[in-house]
């Protein structure tokens, strides 16, 4: 299987800021990486798919880069409705795996 | 509006079976492959199984398989999870989630919003 792995596990960030979050595939999974914004007591949202299309709908400020086994997530200009847990998702293998999650709160 | 609600969640003593059901409606069901997704309290979120558009094909996560089995009803629009033989490990958040647009390999782009299972004696 397929594992993956997310740093960091959380931040703290001031509205604003630009945050970085990182993804690591244990092999190489070309272009099938996919992110995902949840909020607690809500369904999962669609940020990214393909390692860097954006979604429908989905702000500009929010962008996705990387390939074969490194992604990141970038959030630009954070904004308190930004707070949430983000977790990427690797799609290469049908035995499809999640990354662990990065909890981001705003200072 | 494009839409999936889950429903069959409960409370269930261990070794017991329970089904879920997914009703999809705003969109074109028979199209889309279609996941279950879980959250354990207080963990992230764990890919349980898939199926195929016309349910020829099913793949399921290494914690599930012999145990759970994932079947639709196209012509119900509705999607199934046939959880047998639960433990407290199964205890989560169950959401059934669409496979995007072009296909299963670009994400999970429209959930529903869950329902509960909870496992214990």
């Known amino acids: 299987d397929i594992q993956m792995t997310q740093s960091p596990s959380s931040l703290s960030a001031s509205v604003g800021d630009e945050v970085i979050i990182t993804c690591r595939a244990s092999q190489s999974i070309g272009s099938y990486l996919n992110w995902y914004q949840h909020k607690p007591g809500k369904a999962p949202n669609l940020l990214i798919y393909g390692a860097s299309i954006l979604q429908s709908g989905v702000p500009s400020r929010f962008s996705g880069s990387g390939s074969e086994t490194d992604f990141s997530l970038t959030i630009s200009n954070l904004q308190p409705e930004d707070c949430a847990t983000y977790y990427c998702q690797q799609s290469y293998s049908l035995l499809f795996t999640f990354g662990p999650g990065t909890k981001v709160e705003i200072k | 509006q494009v839409q999936l609600v889950e429903s069959g969640g409960g409370v269930v003593q261990p070794g017991r079976s329970l089904r879920l059901s997914c009703v999809a409606s705003?969109?074109?069901?028979?199209?889309?492959?279609i996941h279950w997704v879980r959250q354990a309290p207080g963990k992230g979120l764990e890919w349980v199984a898939i199926i195929w558009y016309d349910g020829t094909n099913k793949y399921y996560g290494d914690s599930v398989k012999g145990r759970f089995t994932i079947s639709r009803d196209n012509s119900k629009n509705t999607l199934y999870l046939q959880m047998n033989s639960l433990r407290g490990e199964d205890t989560a958040v169950y959401y059934c989630?669409?496979?995007?647009?072009?296909?299963?390999?670009?994400?999970?782009?429209?959930w529903g919003q869950g329902t509960t299972v909870t496992v214990s004696s």
């Open positions: 989630a669409r496979v995007g647009a072009r296909g299963y390999q670009y994400g999970m782009d429209v």
């Open positions: 705003g969109f074109t069901f028979t199209n889309y492959a």
